[in-house]
């Protein structure tokens, strides 16, 4: 056990010079960039007095590398400065808004993973089969649907067509009141106070989005577990097993599955990547009030310190993620990462 | 020196156009071209694929001349009208005939994207060629790089460096070449650091070439097959990117004609049931995104027999 917590400890340290080069990046991003911030924050209204002062209250006369400390300092008190538009922290509203994008995109990825897996292990099984060949088409069509489109297509087919799915505008009809707060996940929060109807009010506005989200992350999980499986299946240790008389079922979920799930779960964490980005794409045809369509309305007004912090935010959620899926390699398969380097 | 390099790539298709010789009566005039019918043949699709890219190549240099109205006239009479035999794919809020529109966009958004995967093809084998020939320092600062880059989701990236430098489409081609060079890069570097202290190298140092010269002739070339497998992957991707962008508001302004900005703008009506403001250019955008796709898998077949999934 004390390897597997170095190892961990190991992984964590490794996470620190990577998130270092992402504040670099974003630091590089807001301020060494042409355009100037003195001339946004001054308002319309500014005289070339007005902007030299904004200048020196925002540091920005400074030499570059003392700037750098500067922001280094703001962001370890949480500060990621102040929205032009709404003239509010952009960390109290990104904090705000937040679980909205984490409660779609993670019951997206459920769904996903729900149906992609068992569809790659069936045509794993079946090579050549029908089963496999509808893998790979819907495996190629969905790589190359733009999820905005999926998502208004939706919309026309539910809402306006159908008339089954509630109007595309946010986390919850009007006629409902938000759930108490406790994790902002309104599935858990209305599921917490015993509140069915609102519960079920929620679950309805997120169907759609969480399903345009999934059906673009279906191609990559569904397409890996495939080659993953087909891969295990023909192994030596499965010939084993097999020759020894095991079950089919015991060789294909005990043995083969189990052996398949690292390159799977290698793969969810490229796949977090396009969720993260195609996310707010999906936002923004949904209404939904996440981060990501926080930040392209802030984009629009051309609100650079809200589309930084954003961008600050989605890269260090994204790493954290890479992180936890490393160390859940550890458990999936405890040969990993025990050897050490 | 050349020729022992091509000889040498010519010898492998030959011998991996044999292995398969015996499924194709073809006769083997060339390895090459043998192995080519055969793979057109096991998998027809990557024939369809090309054809689309024709397509799509023809609608983007002669598209302009030969679509029926001009894609920015606007006509009061005839507004958000259904599919008819006047207009194949209806007409939009201000009366412009949505397939002129659609025809024409295709070459904004190939440009585009051609554009973006072409100077990440340039930088990234430029950056990975030197650091997988060099190795040392230069190698690991070039991975930290690419990993800090990598740590992004990248179409947020290309979001926040558009901001950054400014919205306009010139910009949208650079943040969409930002976020690909690490794939060329990696690939690159891989390609170039095994074959680093290859024979031939060695005897193209020992017979007194530069290192760049044998870096840029005899090294890279080895690189490229696989790298037109990833461009292909990538120019689909990038459509996607530069779609997705102007979907939300950047780079394509209106009225230019846009596959992302004309879904864009056909959102806005397809609660009042006007579908086909966003469905032919979303299903444009589809087309291409999977022409690219599948010729990528094609390319990758004929390249690389043995990666198929």
């Known amino acids: ?341 | 020196m050349n020729k022992i390099v091509s000889s040498a790539t010519d010898a492998a298709s030959v011998n991996s156009a044999q292995a398969n010789a015996p499924a194709t009566p073809a006769k083997p005039k060339s390895g090459a071209f043998a192995h080519l019918v055969y793979v057109l043949r096991e998998n027809p699709v990557t024939g369809l694929a090309f054809g689309m890219f024709a397509l799509l190549i023809f609608a983007a240099i002669f598209g302009p001349m030969i679509v029926p109205y001009d894609p920015l006239a606007t006509d009061a009479a005839s507004v958000l009208q259904p599919p008819s035999f006047a207009h194949w794919f209806g007409t939009d809020n201000l009366g412009r005939d949505v397939f002129s529109r659609v025809v024409v966009a295709t070459r904004l958004d190939l440009v585009i994207s051609v554009a973006a995967v072409a100077l990440s093809f340039v930088i990234g084998s430029f950056l990975g060629a030197i650091a997988g020939y060099r190795g040392g320092w230069t190698d690991i600062t070039l991975n930290r790089v690419l990993d800090t880059i990598m740590a992004f989701p990248l179409f947020v990236l290309a979001m926040g460096v558009v901001a950054a430098l400014g919205n306009s489409v010139a910009n949208i081609i650079y943040a969409t070449a930002i976020i690909n060079i690490p794939f060329y890069a990696r690939l690159v570097r891989a390609e170039v650091n095994i074959r680093r202290n290859a024979g031939f190298t060695l005897a193209a140092k020992l017979s007194g070439n530069s290192d760049a010269r044998i870096l840029a002739f005899h090294i890279f070339p080895n690189a490229l097959p696989p790298m037109m497998v990833q461009v292909s992957l990538n120019l689909g991707w990038a459509i996607l990117n530069a779609a997705g962008l102007s979907f939300i508001g950047l780079g394509v302004r209106p009225p230019t004609p846009e596959w992302g900005i004309m879904v864009a703008e056909g959102a806005n009506f397809i609660v009042s049931g006007e579908w086909w403001l966003a469905l032919f250019p979303g299903l444009s955008l589809m087309i291409a995104v999977l022409t690219f796709n599948l010729m990528g898998d094609g390319l990758r077949d004929i390249v690389d027999p043995r990666r198929r999934t």
């Open chain 1, 1 to 341: 056990m004390a390897v597997r917590g170095t190892s961990v400890l190991t992984r964590i340290a490794q996470a620190i010079p990577v998130l270092f080069g992402v504040i670099v990046i974003s630091f590089v991003l807001t301020r060494a960039l042409p355009g100037d911030p003195a001339v946004q924050f001054a308002g319309i209204m500014a005289t070339p007095e007005t902007i030299e002062e904004t200048r020196a209250k925002l540091g920005l006369d400074k030499p570059l590398p003392e700037q750098f400390v500067v922001y280094l300092g703001q962001l370890f008190q949480g500060d990621l400065g102040q929205s032009v538009s709404t003239g509010r922290p952009v960390l109290t509203e990104l904090a705000s808004r937040l679980p909205a994008s984490l409660e779609l995109t993670l019951s997206a990825l459920v769904l996903s993973c729900l149906v992609a897996v068992p569809l790659g292990v069936l045509a794993a099984t079946r090579p050549g089969s029908w089963i496999d060949q509808i893998c790979r088409l819907l495996v190629t069509m969905g790589v190359s649907l733009p999820t905005f489109f999926t998502g208004v297509m939706l919309i026309y087919i539910f809402y306006y067509l159908l008339g089954i799915a509630p109007s595309p505008l946010g986390r919850l009809d009007f006629i409902y009141l938000d759930p108490p707060h406790v994790t902002g996940f309104f599935l858990i929060d209305a599921a917490l106070v015993g509140d069915w109807e609102t519960w079920f009010g929620a679950l309805k506005q997120l169907i759609l989005p969480a399903i345009t989200l999934a059906l673009f992350t279906l191609a990559p999980i569904a397409r890996m577990t495939r080659a993953a499986m087909l891969s295990a299946l023909s192994s030596d240790y499965i010939r084993t097993a097999r020759a020894a008389g095991l079950g089919s079922g015991r060789i294909l979920y005990g043995y083969a599955f189990r052996n398949a799930l690292l390159p799977v779960v290698t793969t969810l964490g490229m796949v977090f990547s396009f969720v993260l980005g195609a996310n707010v794409l999906v936002e923004k045809v949904f209404a939904w009030p996440g981060i990501g369509s926080y930040a392209v309305e802030a984009l629009i007004v051309s609100d650079y310190a809200a589309v930084q912090g954003f961008v600050l935010a989605m890269a260090f959620l994204f790493v954290f993620l890479n992180l936890v899926i490393d160390l859940a390699y550890s458990l999936i398969d405890p040969r990993f990462g025990t050897s050490g380097k």
